[in-house]
């Protein structure tokens, strides 16, 4: 059973509270349409299970695949470090067509992003927390994206939302 | 192509402990690679059934990525599959691989069998992994469920484990 290595704490990048039975973990990539399929579902879920459910992003962006999904990742970091994190993410996954640097100085601006900052994140600033989220997930057994962790185990079931729904309730009644 | 005798029919991935089964075998329609030439470091053998599976979950495009992490044990990573060099260099291309993918297509899946994960009613080989170590010692390897994407975990650990180092995170 792979494991979430390192476990979530408080350097991530959380929705919901902190003392919920119910952690779910995402390591994702901006620009990958798996990722883009999950990202309606992950809001479902958080509907439906509302308090019950913390969820965790993590950056695992795949540039080889993926030109944009680097700076994209950046961009995000930008704006976490204004506290927008979460705003910069729907963005992201809300437009996914338009991931090129033009657009994400347009939603930066939009974020109230200073656009020197936006340069110093596309210059590597946040590239040492993007590469320990990426390494982490490499050692926690990430093979893809997006890759799932329920209360720190690696979810291999279906991605459809009855399934997922499945499996985080049953995570909840185990947590009790 | 394979100079070594024929093998008997395999019962599996050579185990830990075994010597490396050598091979030459095309990197590109004009350069060939052997096994030999890598001496002295790491080698990171990954065999998968096809060239072009699915984008996002594809395990050539993962490891891509996890090269600077390969690099930091001075490990070489090489694919293999049965697939001939005009086909992965179409696939090296689009999916900007930056490392060399053999092609064990003659006599088809040769090195494969050499290394017990041939899939003899498929044509291809099964999905797996062998990390051998600077001297051509076998050190780990492992076979993976074929529809399943291995990651890089096991790889990293036996890095880890040959290098001596403790290994990062609980894993059970």
Redo the contacts between chains.
């Keep these: ?3 979430l ?2 476990p979530v704490g408080p350097e991530d990048h959380m929705q919901g509270p902190e003392d919920a039975p119910v952690t779910l973990v995402e390591y994702g ?1 901006y620009e ?4 883009g399929e999950m990202y309606p579902v992950i809001k479902a879920l958080q509907q439906a299970m509302d308090d019950r459910l913390r969820f965790v992003f993590r950056n695992f962006p ?4 993926h030109p944009h999904a680097g700076h994209a990742a950046q961009f995000s970091e930008a704006a976490a470090a204004i506290g927008r994190f979460w705003e910069a993410h729907d963005l992201l996954y809300e437009h996914q067509d338009a991931l090129d640097d033009a657009s994400l100085a347009s939603y930066a601006q939009a974020l109230g992003i200073d656009p020197a900052d936006l340069e110093a994140a596309f210059d590597g600033r946040f590239d040492a927390r993007i590469r320990v989220d ?2 982490g997930g ?8 997006p890759s799932l962790f329920i209360n720190g185990r690696r979810y291999d079931g279906a991605h459809e939302p009855e399934a997922l729904l499945d499996a985080l309730e049953l995570a909840a009644a185990v947590a009790g | 192509m394979m100079s070594d005798t024929p093998h008997p029919p395999a019962s599996g991935p050579l185990e830990a402990g075994r010597p490396a089964p050598a091979f030459t075998l095309p990197a590109t329609p004009d350069q060939q690679l052997a096994l030999a030439d890598l001496r002295g470091k790491p080698v990171i053998l990954a065999f998968y059934p096809a060239d072009w599976s699915p984008v996002c979950g594809d395990q050539m495009v993962l490891y891509n990525e996890v090269l600077p992490e390969f690099h930091r044990y001075g490990a070489q990573l090489v694919g293999i599959s049965t697939d001939g060099v005009w086909c992965h260099a179409a696939f090296a291309g689009e999916r900007r691989l930056h490392f060399p993918l053999l092609s064990d297509f003659e006599p088809k899946g040769a090195v494969a069998r050499a290394y017990g994960v041939y899939r003899e009613h498929d044509g291809t080989s099964e999905r797996a992994l062998f990390v051998i170590d600077g001297e051509g010692i076998i050190r780990w390897s492992y076979l993976s469920p074929l529809g399943l994407n291995p990651g890089a975990d096991g790889i990293l650990d036996a890095l880890d484990a040959l290098a001596g180092a403790p290994q990062q995170g609980a894993r059970s």
């Design positions: 059973m792979k494991m290595t390192p990539d990958c349409p798996y990722c795949l540039t080889g695949a990426f390494s490499l050692r926690s057994g990430v093979n893809g994206t």
